[in-house]
């Protein structure tokens, strides 16, 4: 019976063992899942940093859509707001350049109020 019952704790004990060491494995699965998910972003701000940024950065340019604004609202068009813009909309260009032409044009009729 002592013995018995000494097998039925070395079980249990291994099965403790087991749910801790899950445990453990889900949190680290969960770290590399974050690990990915930067890199993924990363990769992702390298795709987003070439064609698309220089054509809403292109935007600024004299002759076209904001190359009439002041030095001051161009000022807040910077590759990385282009950037931010193209994650928010999912690499899409032409949302992505239509809130970048809102957002500075706001800017030039508030400028007052930023300064």
Do not use: I, Y
């Amino acid at each position: 019976w002592l013995v018995a019952l000494k097998v039925a704790r070395v079980v249990l004990l291994g099965r403790e063992a087991k749910q801790s060491n899950a445990a453990k494995l889900d949190g680290q699965l969960k770290k590399t899942s974050c690990a990915s998910s930067r890199v993924t972003r990363a990769l992702t701000d390298v795709d987003m940093s070439s064609a698309a940024v220089r054509q809403m950065m292109a935007l600024l340019e004299p002759g076209q859509t904001l190359g009439n604004l002041s030095d001051f609202a161009k000022g807040f068009g910077t590759e990385d707001f282009c950037k931010r813009l193209l994650r928010k909309h999912n690499g899409d260009v032409k949302k992505a350049s239509e809130q970048f032409t809102q957002a500075l044009g706001w800017r030039q009729a508030h400028k007052e109020v930023l300064t």
